[in-house]
């Protein structure tokens, strides 16, 4: 199964290939400034399960930190894709960029620590001060 996805303006446009590998909402701060957003969902499949259908070209990215990259369409602004040698073999795409459905249901909230104090949550999901279990 494939999901799509693209950036507002259409010109970049992307396909997952199933299974993804997990569904958690982001409330750290560089997420919240890169989005310009309360959190941001994300999922993530394996490098060879990404595929761009068009638009590369149109492509611009950003070094986040030492080892994240964020790439973004030119044109219209919206972030698409996120990278970083900390997770290698991942690529990391917003949910909201996705036109089908996902093919699971949001796992978690990471760094929830870095939660803005104006947006209630009321799920079940659970929370972690890192990106999981583990820390
Ligand atoms: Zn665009
Ligand atoms: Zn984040």
């Known amino acids: 199964m494939a999901i ?15 299974p993804t590998k997990f569904f958690s909402h982001c409330h750290c701060e560089t997420c919240r400034r890169a989005h310009g957003a309360a959190f941001v969902s994300w999922t993530g499949v394996p490098d060879d399960c990404f595929e761009w259908l068009t638009g590369a070209e149109q492509l611009t990215g950003y070094r986040s930190s030492e080892h994240a990259t964020r790439s973004f369409c030119s044109r219209c602004g919206t972030h698409v894709r996120y990278v970083s040698t900390d997770w290698p073999g991942t690529v990391y795409v917003p949910v ?19 939660a803005v104090s104006w947006c209630s949550l009321n799920d079940e999901l659970p929370r972690y001060l890192g990106f999981g279990e583990d820390d």
């Open 4 to 18: 799509r996805g693209s950036c507002l303006c259409g010109a970049v446009t992307f396909k997952l290939h199933t």
């Open 96 to 114: 909201a960029t996705l036109s089908d459905p996902m093919d699971r249901d949001p796992e978690d909230h990471i760094h929830a620590g870095e």
